[in-house]
């Protein structure tokens, strides 16, 4: 059987913001319209089930993260209901998050998370006159005010430590690395996970000419110059995955280095997919074949199907280039949705490759600089 390394919880399947980029609503794909706006509390016991059989047959401890939409568009009185069926359900061992766009953070929702052991990440692009250029309201008005107001109750909470886990960053390859650099170094978050705009050989990802161009490998060459001039530099967790496998190491998270990682979706019907990043390829790219939920199956019953072995064996790169690539243990193939074409499917390298080989090959330089 597949082992999980992730559940991502549908909580609520509309949110407050209307991200131009999003590819929940944004990119082609309307699942989101036929789903309830929340998961139910009926839906939510039964998935506390399924993750308790879960927790009994797989040793190792996978990660539940609470994701919409917005997942703090629950409100209050549910999330705090549901983080304690979880927190039943799940020992301290099992990370419990929640990734949010941060505008209804308040005092109440971080008391809950603390108590029911809860971390958050929050997505934020950079600067105002970045992040507004995308990260709007359904109105077009920009959310950074707001964002910045619940990422300041967050950093001062006395459970700040544990909760605010780090921040999420989608990549303008227009803007200024060093600015970005220094604006994320400045919020003293945790750790910054830089995201390369979604987009594939049929849609090209915003900032890309074409599939040889090399704008984000450039823009991310620059911000590792700074990064490692910088003697404390904040985590940068593509560039540390990257460096760690350069150095030998291993176990990263998807869309960098060779991963099996297990990752699978309960959207708020209890429909269980499959990675939804993959919305972005075609409408209903997430779904399986097999129509399954936790209301009628185990995750057992799914993680031991032939359909589910096919989906989660996507995740490796397929095509000859990748596989004669000298880069490849690195780069793995990038995330699945960046490979996808209308008329070859996910059997292609991935559309940042030309990026990726780029950003590679300088980390490769400076590490050889050292010897
Ligand atoms: S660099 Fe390109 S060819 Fe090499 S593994 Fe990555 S996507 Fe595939």
């Known amino acids: 059987m597949v082992e999980i390394d992730t559940i991502l919880l549908k909580v609520a399947s509309r949110c407050n913001l209307d991200c131009s980029y999003c590819y929940v609503f944004n990119m082609g794909d309307d699942g989101w319209s036929n789903m309830p706006k929340q ?137 200024d690395p060093q600015e970005i650099y220094d604006f994320f170094k400045k919020l003293d978050a945790p750790s910054v996970d830089f995201l390369c705009r979604d987009g594939n050989h049929t849609r090209l990802p915003y900032g890309k000419a074409s599939f040889d161009s090399t704008e984000y490998g450039r823009w991310l060459s620059q911000l590792t110059d700074i990064y490692l001039s910088d003697s404390e530099p904040p985590r940068i967790r593509i560039l540390d995955d990257m460096i760690k496998l350069l150095l030998g190491g291993s176990e990263t998270k998807e869309g960098i280095g060779i991963t099996d990682n297990g990752i699978v979706i309960v959207d708020t019907d209890g429909s269980i997919t499959k990675n939804d990043t993959l919305k972005s390829s075609y409408n209903g790219a997430d779904r399986f074949e097999q129509r399954w939920s936790v209301h009628t199956h185990a995750f057992a019953e799914v993680l031991e199907s032939a359909e589910f072995a096919e989906y989660q064996a996507t995740q490796r790169p397929s095509c000859a280039t990748c596989q004669a690539c000298p880069d490849l243990q690195i780069c793995g193939g990038g995330m699945t949705l960046h490979r996808w074409h209308d008329d070859s499917g996910y059997n292609n390298p991935s559309v940042y490759c030309a990026d990726q080989k780029l950003l590679i090959g300088h980390l490769r330089s400076y590490l050889a600089s050292l010897q």
């Open 39 to 175: 998961m139910s509390f009926e839906t939510a016991e039964t998935v506390s089930h399924a993750l308790n059989n879960l927790s009994r047959i797989q040793q190792r401890p996978f990660a539940v993260v609470l994701h919409g939409g917005e997942p703090l568009l629950l409100g209050t009185t549910k999330l705090a209901w549901l983080l304690s069926v979880l927190r039943d359900t799940l020992s301290s061992h099992y990370p419990l998050s929640l990734q949010t766009n941060g505008v209804l953070i308040t005092d109440r929702i971080l008391d809950i998370c603390s108590e029911h052991h809860t971390s958050l990440s929050v997505s934020i692009d950079g600067p105002q006159h970045i992040h507004d250029r995308n990260r709007t309201g359904h109105g077009g008005q920009g959310s950074y005010d707001k964002v910045r107001a619940g990422l300041e109750k967050l950093r001062d909470h006395s459970d700040a430590a544990f909760l605010f886990s780090g921040v999420i960053a989608v990549i303008d390859p227009q803007s």
